[in-house]
């Protein structure tokens, strides 16, 4: 057997073995120092004593998932790339919503509660009648914006005229 072709043979498999390391220690070490941030949407509802429910709130919680604090300047819902209007502050009783901006460690959170029908009005003044996809976001100190996932919505049902 030829020593000197399975010492190279070694040596190169050592060699890729340090790289691959390296490579996925560069990665590790990049992807700690970006700001993350965790864009989610819940439905919560008011309960009263007597047991029935109230109306339906979205909750849009910005959760920074980084080691990195980020600075949450805006809340809100986008359509098409679009801004939807902003909504009333503090709709949800006992629940105030997180001051903007606000600076979040890591785990950090901040939220939006939204009243469905205040979504559903702002959808139909800008002329969405069917269900319509919107997606909660929210933008950061540096103009960074951060998306949760599609959310599908039905104006028409959730409008303060079609509980009336």
């Given amino acids: 057997m030829n ?9 190169l498999a050592l060699g890729l073995y340090g790289a691959g390391l390296s490579s996925l220690n ?5 992807q700690r120092d970006k700001r993350r941030v965790l ?4 439905t919560v509802f008011t309960t009263y004593t007597n047991g029935s429910i ?9 959760v920074n ?3 990195r604090e980020v600075t949450i300047a805006s809340i809100s819902f986008e359509i098409d ?3 939807l209007v902003p909504f009333t502050r503090d709709a949800f009783p006992a629940m105030p919503d997180t001051s903007l901006p606000a600076a979040l460690k890591d785990g950090g959170t901040a939220h939006l509660i939204m009243a469905y029908a205040d979504i559903a009005q702002a959808l139909l003044d800008i002329g969405q009648r069917t269900k319509t996809i ?10 960074t914006t951060y998306r949760g996932d599609d959310w599908e919505f039905d104006p028409t049902a959730f409008s303060a005229s079609a509980r009336q």
């Fill in 3 to 11: 020593w000197d072709a399975a010492k190279d043979a070694a040596l």
């Fill in 26 to 30: 560069w990665w590790n070490a990049s």
């Fill in 39 to 42: 864009v989610r949407v819940n």
């Fill in 54 to 62: 109230g109306a339906p709130f979205a909750r849009v919680e910005a």
């Fill in 65 to 67: 998932v980084g080691h």
């Fill in 81 to 83: 790339g679009k801004h």
């Fill in 134 to 143: 919107i997606i909660p976001f929210c933008r950061d100190s540096i103009g």
